[in-house]
């Protein structure tokens, strides 16, 4: 268990509308991650933080912001939700583990945007 | 950027027999390769890694592979159990820090 709680798990929002999805850490690690599942994509990384206030797009990140305003917090924000965002969204942390640093991952939140 | 490509997409055994499933990666400097599998409706759990000055890794019936030269890394299970069915996904990453690349994933069944 890496302390890695996303809320909310489920979310059915209309298009249009912003939705914003929190991820919570508990064991104080530096980088955190936002990552969305489609079929046929795997995980593709949206944006990440290294730090409080520090964040950086990743490969799919247009139509989504972030913020992280504490260590524990990481906040992905739709501003306008379209149907192409329906996804399974997970937030990870880099943290110790394996072989070394690895990520660990949440158990998801399921957006449907319709 | 790195790009990692796994194969087969999908992939069915019978309980008992192994599976392999593989991962090429295309950035040479790329030196950390972890495993996840994915169970469904939770998220990807790692199972084992290896470094890239390590040729092969072994944890109970999973083992990893590495092979440089070639730039692809192997997913091994042996004796495959019907609870080994799921999602697995590879990744590449070249240092601490730096974002994990993932392959598009492989799901396994293993048939009773």
């Known amino acids: 268990d890496a302390g890695i709680t996303q809320s909310p798990r489920h979310k059915v929002t209309e298009t249009g509308t912003p939705v914003t999805l929190r991820c919570h850490q508990t064991e104080n690690h530096r980088y955190m991650y936002w990552y969305r599942q489609d079929p046929g994509h795997g995980l593709r990384l949206i944006h990440y933080?290294?730090?409080?206030?520090?964040?950086d797009k990743g490969e799919v990140s247009d139509g989504y912001s972030v913020s992280r305003s504490k260590t524990e917090d990481f906040l992905l924000t739709l501003e306008s939700a379209t149907s192409s965002q329906t996804s399974v969204y997970f937030c990870?942390?880099?943290?110790?583990?394996?072989?070394?640093?690895?990520?660990?991952f949440g158990e998801g939140s399921w957006l449907t945007v319709v | 950027g790195e790009n990692v490509e796994q194969h087969p997409s999908t992939l069915s055994v019978q309980e008992g027999d192994s599976a392999v499933i593989k991962c090429t990666y295309s950035d040479s400097a790329s030196n950390y390769f972890p495993w996840y599998k994915q169970e469904l409706g939770k998220g990807p759990q790692l199972i084992i890694d290896i470094r890239s000055n390590v040729g092969e890794k072994k944890d109970q019936r999973i083992a990893v592979t590495l092979n440089k030269t070639a730039k692809h890394f192997s997913l091994h299970i042996t004796e495959t159990q019907p609870e080994d069915s799921a999602v697995y996904f590879c990744a590449a990453r070249r240092n601490y820090g730096q974002n994990f690349v993932f392959g598009p994933g492989t799901r396994l069944s293993v048939l009773p």
């Open positions: 933080s290294y730090g409080v206030k520090d964040t």
């Open positions: 990870a942390i880099n943290g110790a583990g394996g072989s070394g640093n690895t990520i660990y």
